[in-house]
């Protein structure tokens, strides 16, 4: 067996696992037609069967947006559910100060989707099943209880890298694969363009970092993917929680 078959095997058992242990019915994730909820919808599918829920969650996105989602759901035979948030940010955004700063309010697209999937998922008795990779957490590129909100993160140990060789495995659709990853917040939009840096170039640092072999790595480029990772911890915790020195009777 190949490795991204033994690995997608793997993920596959613990997502089984995972609804089994919350008594839960089965997964609901979002479906943006990128690579990485292509992927989790293919592991869902093959964990769960038919008790899995993609849903397409467009906000003022672009109409190749939802394309890519539908061929992903065709391949795997998903159930979908279609729901416009766009006039619902509508109505968020017109009660808003003016002036609003713009990323603040590209901010609000992933946290409507949030919120509409954990009420998919109460619904059903589902989990929400999340799909940020593990370049994507490590960096803090995802909005904070926006797609960043979650039960669990299928493919949160894993970087890009191996996401794509699990997306060859399962079958997602090569127009899919060859997409350049974009989060959907603006026209143009891409993760690498965003970002400043290329997941390959997140991925060598990380991984740099983690055997302590930093010298391989070009000083600026080192210190540019550090800095992410130290302004971005915040996102990756549990809310801190006051302590007092003396608990009140």
């Known amino acids: 067996m190949s490795e991204p078959g033994r690995l997608a095997d793997e993920i596959v058992a613990w997502l089984r696992a995972y609804a089994e242990g919350a008594r839960a019915r089965g997964y609901v994730l979002g479906l943006s037609g990128g690579i990485d909820s292509a992927v989790v919808a293919g592991l869902c599918r093959r964990a769960m069967g038919s008790q899995v829920l993609a849903a397409i969650l467009p906000c003022h996105s672009l109409p190749e947006d939802m394309d890519f989602g539908r061929q992903v759901a065709e391949a795997f035979d998903l159930e979908t559910i279609t729901i416009d948030l766009s006039p619902t940010y509508d109505a968020l955004v017109a009660a808003l100060p003016p002036d609003f700063p713009p990323l603040a309010l590209a901010n609000i697209k992933p946290r409507l989707r949030m919120a ?134």
Request: hydrophobic content about 40%; glycine content about 12%; proline content about 6%.
């Open 116 to 249: 509409t999937l954990y009420a998919l998922a109460q619904g059903r008795g589902y989990l929400v099943a999340g799909t940020g990779n593990k370049s994507e957490i490590m960096v803090g590129y995802f909005t904070k209880w926006g797609d960043g909100g979650a039960d669990l993160e299928p493919l949160g140990a894993l970087y890009k890298s191996q996401v794509r060789a699990l997306a060859r495995e399962l079958g997602v659709p090569q127009s899919v694969i060859d997409r350049a990853p974009t989060a959907g917040l603006w026209r143009g939009q891409t993760d690498e363009g965003e970002m400043g840096v290329t997941y390959d170039q997140i991925e060598a640092v990380l991984r740099a970092m983690e055997s302590d072999k930093t010298e391989c790595v070009l000083p600026d480029l080192l210190k540019r993917v550090q800095g992410m990772v130290a302004a971005t911890a915040h996102k990756r915790a549990m809310p801190p929680v006051f302590q007092p020195k003396e608990i009140p009777a």
